[in-house]
């Protein structure tokens, strides 16, 4: 998994010299800079091991759930409503007498489904009317930028909220749509100035003088050269999705039951939290350190693929 | 400044009427007959229904209801609770009081310690405050607020006993300290990066280096030259907040069962209560907006070369 996300996170990266300069030797010791680097921090590996973790665990739930106990997450028995942490139950049980452990292992799909449908919804719609409102600037430009005034308008949770209370239905592909229409305004702002600030270099002009047509232009030379800026915001805000969707959830406007989801469980550990605190510690404790984990993996990335943005 | 004021005045404008219309449209253009709904699931004579679509203004086409809903606005009115039969607008009016104490107490916090934890981190670069204060921002941003506050509710109300466990009867500021805190947490990281940042740029300009020179004292370089210019964007910041708190006073008010705008909103989506939930919500995105054009013009008169862009 390691590989994959460096892959992922490397797309933008030969391009930075690539694309724009001749010299493609310099491309390749750039993404080697960046992954030597990468390799000797140890903040990067920690989280890059525990987002790993948390994806083979939302790949697979019925691997990780059997680990202890019976592992079905709707085995329930009310005899053992909130019984605390003991031998084959580690997280002990939840009120309905449902076996913590599980559901914590079962909530993360998700969750972390959520956080990265949202993030990745999102930076393709920041790609696309970015790359459109920062090149061809111009009516689309006034059109998509007063559009991203409006939605800048709400603070992030409440414009989601209003929107969500009005859905009969929420499910995951809901609940994140309403986030991707709140969430898009940043990325696509990020992403139309970076490719503004890219349109008039002289390798666009030299590609123009050519006779390459706008679509070549954007695809083969603005866009290797303008994504980094936006994929690496994205990574930074995957955490602050998950958190998003705890935090609807609570107020009673994320998912609903029978999903069983992070937010669900904190929601549902409310209150009896006095008597009961295991049903709050221990969905918290996955959903932080999940958090904590992508936000920091973000962060290293950060510093060793764009210097310029620390 | 002028054509600047005027540009800035009509984006908010335009932005109004975008919010105003996708929360009216949110509102309004959902599945579900609300006339069949008052009839509790019995049909209702035609002239029965064609009279309550008289009343309520259902037969009218979309865009005059929502022009009627934007008068509406204008002159105060922010709906009627389907719940209690009580108008928005007076049921805010009780409650505004304690948002705005919860809010200002957070707003101070982050404020005070904000600031002074990032001036710390700047001057002390990779010493213990820098190194807390980069753990604490990457907590704050990895902890719900539900979580933090009902963490801190139990552990300093119900264990320790060192605060109310819950609403607003000791009055400011022991009712409020912790609940502000709480709400004050994410925001109160951001300021206190911010602040780094910008002293760290700050103090390496050299009309800094010439203050040195002159021989002037080092709390004097830092608090009259360098802080007073790199403090500019901490305070755009903290205008911007004041509507984010809001919003964030809604999980928090929850939390706490503080009786303020926000428990209003939480309790109305607990008991369905969409009329009220949109009434508030309307409010606090006007709030926002006005705060953010507020910001805006301050920025523009403290920092001239804002105008030119």
């Known amino acids: ?310 | 400044m002028g054509a600047y004021v005027i540009r800035r005045l009509l984006q908010t404008v335009i932005v109004f009427f975008g919010v105003t219309f996708i929360i009216y449209a949110a509102v309004f253009l959902i599945p579900g007959n609300p006339v069949a709904a008052l009839g509790g699931g019995q049909p209702l004579a035609a002239p029965v229904v064609h009279d309550l679509e008289l009343k309520y203004h259902l037969d009218e086409p979309f865009i005059d209801q929502y022009g009627r809903y934007l008068l509406g606005l204008l002159h105060g009115n922010f709906g009627t609770s389907v719940d209690t039969g009580q108008s928005v607008s007076s049921l805010m009016a009780q409650a505004w009081p304690v948002t705005v104490t919860l809010a200002l107490t957070a707003w101070g916090i982050e404020m005070a310690l904000g600031i002074v934890t990032g001036v710390f981190a700047a001057l002390r670069r990779g010493g213990p405050v820098d190194r807390l204060m980069m753990f604490f921002s990457i907590l704050a941003v990895s902890v719900p607020i539900f979580v933090a506050g009902f963490t801190a509710q139990v552990l300093l109300g119900v264990k320790l006993h060192l605060v109310p466990v819950a609403g607003t009867q000791a009055g400011w500021p022991e009712s409020y300290l912790v609940p502000g805190f709480v709400l004050a947490l994410f925001s109160l990281a951001t300021v206190s990066r911010l602040t780094r940042a910008s002293l760290l740029e700050t103090l390496t300009k050299e009309y800094v280096n010439a203050a040195v020179a002159k021989g002037l004292p080092r709390w004097w370089v830092i608090g009259k030259h360098a802080l007073r210019n790199s403090i500019i964007p901490v305070v755009t910041y903290l205008g911007i907040d004041l509507g984010f708190l809001l919003s964030g006073a809604v999980v928090v008010e929850g939390v706490f069962n503080l009786p303020g705008v926000g428990l209003l909103i939480f309790n109305a989506i607990q008991n369905k209560d969409g009329a009220v939930v949109v009434g508030v919500a309307t409010l606090f995105v006007l709030v926002f907006l006005l705060g953010n054009l507020a910001v805006d013009l301050l920025y523009a008169i403290l920092d001239p070369r804002v105008r030119y862009k």
Request: one cysteine or more; a neutral charge.
């Open chain 1, 1 to 310: 998994m390691i590989p994959a996300w460096s892959g992922q996170q490397a797309t933008p990266a030969p391009g930075t010299g690539g694309a724009g300069t001749p010299s493609a030797g310099r491309a390749s010791s750039f993404l080697g800079d960046a992954w030597s680097e990468l390799v000797h921090n140890p903040l990067f590996l920690v989280s890059a091991g525990i987002v790993t973790l948390v994806l083979a665990i939302v790949a697979f739930p019925g691997l990780f759930a059997g680990l202890f106990g019976h592992g079905n997450p709707h085995d329930c028995n009310l005899a053992d409503s909130a019984l605390g942490p003991r031998a084959g139950h580690p997280f002990g049980f939840d009120v309905q007498g449902c076996d913590l452990y599980a559901n914590v292992v079962y909530g993360a799909r998700d969750t972390v489904s959520i956080g990265l449908l949202v993030t990745a919804s999102s930076l393709l719609v920041a790609i696309v009317l970015g790359s459109a409102m920062g090149y061809l600037g111009g009516l689309v430009d006034t059109l998509l930028g007063r559009t991203a005034d409006v939605f800048f308008g709400f603070p992030f949770v409440l414009g989601a909220l209003i929107i969500l209370i009005d859905l009969p239905e929420r499910n995951v592909l809901t609940v994140s749509l309403v986030l991707v229409i709140f969430g898009w305004p940043t990325m696509t702002r990020l992403m139309r100035s970076t490719v503004l600030s890219e349109r008039n270099k002289d390798y666009v002009l030299a590609a123009r003088a050519l006779g390459a047509s706008n679509f070549r232009i954007l695809r083969k030379h603005i866009l290797p050269n303008a994504l980094a800026p936006v994929v690496i915001y994205a990574t930074l805000t995957t955490g602050g999705i998950m958190v998003a969707e705890a935090t609807l959830t609570f107020l009673g406007v994320g998912l609903q039951a029978p999903a069983i989801s992070w937010g669900l469980e904190l929601a549902a550990a409310q209150n009896d939290l006095q008597q009961y605190p295991h049903l709050l510690v221990f969905p918290g404790l996955f959903l932080s350190i999940t958090v904590l984990s992508f936000v920091t993996l973000g962060d290293t990335l950060r510093d060793a693929l764009d210097p310029r943005l620390r």
